[in-house]
Structure formats: C-alpha cells, structure tokens
C-alpha cells in the first residue's frame, strides 16, 4: 500500500533561511505526490503536485520539491522563509484505486522573526 | 466562484446523539471525498462519490457512519450514535476528475469540527 512518512512533527526557521520539509514514500507503483498546506481552522491547500513529469515540481508560494526515486523522497523546500509561511504542512501520495489520498502526519513549520 | 463549503463548522454533540454535516462542493465537480482529520494527524480517507455514485467507502470506520450524495451535488455524512472517539475535523474535497482520478485536484472544504462530550 501506498504511504509517506514526513520527518519531522515540528521545525522551526527564521525568516529569510531556508525552508526543508521532508517527506519519504513508500510505493509499489510510480506514486502520484501533494504537498498540501493547512492554515488554522482553514481546509488544506495544494502547494505542488509530482505526477511523473519533470522531477523537480514548482509550486505556488516559492516552494518545490525533488522527487528522488534512488531515495524514495519528496521534500518540499523553499529558499526564503516568510513569516506568513507558518502553517502545517502535509505530505500525500494517491493509492492504488485513485480514489482516495494517503495523507502523511504533517509537519508544524514556525517561522521566527 | 465559491469553493468548497461545509456546515456546521463547529458541532457539540453528546454521546449517543446522531449528527449529520454537509458539504457543498465546487459547482460541476464530479468526484467528492469525506477525510476524518484527528488531532495532530493528517487526514484519513473515508468515503469517494462519483456523482451520486458512492465508489468507495472502504475507509469508514464502522456502520455507524453513512454518507449519501443524492442528486450528485451536495453531500451528507451521517453518524450515528456518536462516540468520544469520533470527535475530529470532517473535511470534505471535490475535484472536477471522474473515475480514477491521478493528478486531479482535490479541492478541501474548511472542515466540521465535532465534538462528542
């Protein structure tokens, strides 16, 4: 079954540094990868999505992410934090039936002036 | 153009009472999901519909748990005789794919937080 593990229930950065959010799947089958992003007490937000195009995925706000095959990973990085950036941050991978997402545990990014 | 809207967003219930919590998603979305989000956990699949169609609803978590999608638009989840265990957000997606769905947007409600007392 298809899965993620984000590394990471909490990281904090200072404004302007750099932004590492790690996730790895777990998959028999190419995945199909999100980052979604949670801001309190609102619905999730897709950041970026990899469906076996380019390797390197631009999403919205600065962020991308790799998708490594040899490291089974997809980290999200941004190269200057942003105070608004603070958020949760989830990691997800499309199952098999393509009905449904495998959503990671998140991970709280805190953003300090 | 509205997103995807849920309602109640706040609910309080006491244990053993049935809730019900809609969702409204995107106009002409075809596919729509049902997530149960638990505290500091990411969201878990519970329900696909396709249409009116539910496709899937491997995910929900016991028979005290029903979803409906009537006329393919609007949807219900139901519970049952709720438990403390079922406290969390409900968060519903739509997305405008049909059928096996890779790649498709799925665009999230803001979410229901129940309570069981």
């Known amino acids: 079954a298809q899965s993620v593990t984000q590394l990471g229930s909490h990281v904090s950065v200072s404004e302007g540094a750099l932004v590492l959010l790690r996730c790895n799947y777990s998959?028999?089958?190419?995945?199909?990868l999100f980052w979604y992003v949670q801001y309190p007490n609102q619905g999730l937000q897709l950041l970026l999505k990899y469906t076996s195009a380019a390797t390197l995925v631009k999403g919205i706000n600065g962020f991308e992410a790799e998708f490594k095959k040899s490291e089974t990973s997809f980290h999200l990085t941004k190269p200057s934090a942003h105070m608004s950036d603070a958020a949760e941050y989830f990691c997800a991978v499309s199952v098999d039936s393509g009905y449904a997402l495998n959503f990671g545990k998140g991970t709280s990014l805190l953003v300090t002036p | 153009g509205a997103g995807v809207s849920q309602s109640p967003r706040y609910k309080v219930a006491k244990r053993g009472q049935d809730v019900a919590l809609r969702c409204d998603p995107i106009?002409?979305?075809?596919?729509l999901f049902w997530y149960q989000q638990a505290l500091g956990q990411g969201p878990e699949f519970l329900t696909y519909f396709q249409n009116e169609a539910q496709l899937d609803k491997s995910g929900l978590p016991s028979d005290r748990f029903f979803a409906e999608r009537p006329e393919g638009s609007v949807s219900t989840l139901k519970i049952q005789r709720t438990q403390q265990e079922d406290s969390a957000v409900y968060l519903c997606?739509?997305?405008?794919?049909?059928?096996?769905?890779?790649?498709?947007?799925?665009?999230f409600g803001p979410g229901t937080r129940l309570t069981v007392l």
């Open positions: 106009s002409g979305h075809v596919s």
């Open positions: 998959s028999s089958v190419p995945p199909y």
């Open positions: 997606a739509s997305s405008s794919g049909a059928g096996p769905w890779f790649g498709n947007e799925q665009f």
